[in-house]
Nanobody, 124 residues
Framework: QVQLKESGGGLVQAGGSLRLSCVDY????????MGWFRQAPGRERDFVAS????????SYADSVQGRFTVSRDNAENKLYLQMNSLKPEDTAVYYC?????????????????WGQGTQVTVSS
């Protein structure tokens, strides 16, 4: 079972950029479809982006399309989320997740392996 840990969060001004990383300590990430989710205070954990095991197919939430880019390096067992043009409404705890299942890749129910999250705060 994959073990995930996120990093790269922090405080940034609106319009700025951050790059989140997620490392798999079991060196098996290449077997998994990966996703990024985020959870703001008082809100549900929402889909942000996903990428298939080969890195060929990506999907984004409408709210981040064109600003965020998901990528992966299976040789390094790492998943990335490049976040540009950040907005205050992007403030949340960001989680990476992994799944070998089939179904709605935007649904958090599909993912059964989660990291502990990294805080992203965007100031106005």
């Amino acid at each position: 079972q994959v073990q995930l840990k996120e990093s790269g969060g922090g405080l940034v001004q609106a319009g700025g950029s951050l790059r989140l990383s997620c490392v798999d300590y079991t060196f098996t990430m290449e077997r998994y479809h990966m996703g990024w989710f985020r959870q703001a205070p008082g809100r549900e954990r929402d889909f942000v982006a996903s990428i298939d095991w080969k890195g060929a197919i990506t999907s984004y939430a409408d709210s981040v399309q064109g600003r965020f880019t998901v990528s992966r390096d299976n040789a390094e067992n790492k998943l990335y989320l490049q976040m540009n043009s950040l907005k205050p409404e992007d403030t949340a705890v960001y989680y990476c997740a992994a799944t070998t299942g089939f179904g709605n890749i935007r649904s958090r129910a599909l993912y059964d392996n989660w990291g502990q999250g990294t805080q992203v705060t965007v100031s106005s």
